[in-house]
């Protein structure tokens, strides 16, 4: 469960998050939706402390994050931000595989330079997670060969890898062309029947009405609705 309370965030004199309180279920997929400007994709980041913020409480399966009150987090503070990233994984919505790497080796790299998982178990699971995204014959190829479907959906295995509790997803589809999204939102619908727990920034209701069980609107930095996707939408 991911529980967010009284959260506020300024980028200098302009507000991003206003006071927002809102929770996250185990097990269940929350949509993030409202105009751009929002917050959406800032309180995304602050979940996974890529965003520091400035008052509030973010708690991530019973870890606590609190508001940064310097530039530079405590050793304390730097434990807990490494052990909520292993918890809620990061997609992207430009991606952001390695160039270099191969998808396998793209899937591969984090558990074994993180976790410390064997490279030969690595790469075993990481050969079960691009079967699952749809991939398996694509695991040679690199980034510039893949499309953007295909990119999205290697970054998705590759938060897999790390068995996070919880996936983040920052517009994952909105840089797609319909049939690549068509293949990225096949997968999300997988994992949302598997039982994964998945926040998503999007601007797409068609995704939210298919995959959400829960929507929270932001307007100005405040939740200004939250339901099932019908009412908030």
């Known amino acids: 469960m991911i529980v967010v309370d009284n959260v506020e965030k300024a980028f200098?004199?302009?507000?991003?998050?206003?006071?927002?309180?809102?929770r996250f279920d185990r097990g269940k997929v929350s949509a993030l939706v409202g105009p751009s400007g929002g917050g959406k994709s800032t309180l995304l980041r602050c979940?996974?402390?890529?965003?520091?913020?400035?008052?509030?409480?973010?708690?991530?399966?019973?870890?606590?994050?609190?508001?940064?009150?310097?530039?530079?987090?405590?050793?304390?503070?730097?434990?807990?931000l490494r052990a909520i990233r292993l918890k809620a994984g990061?997609?992207?919505?430009?991606?952001?595989?390695?160039?270099?790497?191969s998808a396998l080796e793209n899937v591969m790299e984090a558990p074994i330079h993180?976790?410390?998982?064997?490279?030969?178990?690595?790469?075993?699971r990481a050969k079960l997670l691009l079967a699952q995204v749809g991939l398996p014959h694509r695991r040679n190829a690199?980034?510039?060969?893949?499309?953007?479907?295909?990119?999205?959906?290697?970054?998705?295995?590759?938060?897999?890898?790390?068995?996070?509790e919880a996936l983040l997803l920052d517009e994952p589809t909105s840089a797609l062309d319909?049939?690549?999204?068509?293949?990225?939102?096949?997968?999300?619908r997988d994992l949302a029947k598997q039982g994964a727990t998945m926040?998503?920034?999007?601007?797409?209701?068609?995704?939210?009405?298919?995959?959400?069980d829960h929507a929270i609107?932001?307007?100005?930095?405040k939740v200004v609705a939250a339901g099932s996707p019908s009412e908030v939408l």
Do not use: W
Not at 116 to 124: D, H, N
Not at 142 to 164: C, N, T, Y
């Open 142 to 164: 690199f980034p510039r060969e893949l499309s953007g479907g295909e990119q999205q959906r290697v970054a998705i295995a590759r938060a897999l890898a790390m068995d996070p």
């Open 217 to 221: 609107c932001l307007r100005d930095g």
């Open 90 to 101: 990061m997609v992207f919505q430009h991606y952001g595989l390695f160039s270099h790497m």
């Open 178 to 188: 319909p049939e690549r999204k068509a293949e990225v939102v096949g997968v999300l």
């Open 199 to 212: 926040i998503i920034v999007t601007h797409e209701a068609a995704v939210v009405r298919e995959i959400a």
């Open 47 to 80: 979940i996974n402390g890529l965003e520091r913020f400035d008052a509030g409480r973010i708690e991530v399966d019973g870890l606590v994050l609190g508001p940064s009150k310097t530039d530079r987090p405590s050793r304390a503070d730097r434990a807990t």
């Open 12 to 22: 200098e004199s302009r507000v991003v998050l206003d006071g927002v309180s809102v």
């Open 114 to 124: 993180v976790r410390g998982v064997a490279p030969a178990v690595a790469r075993e």
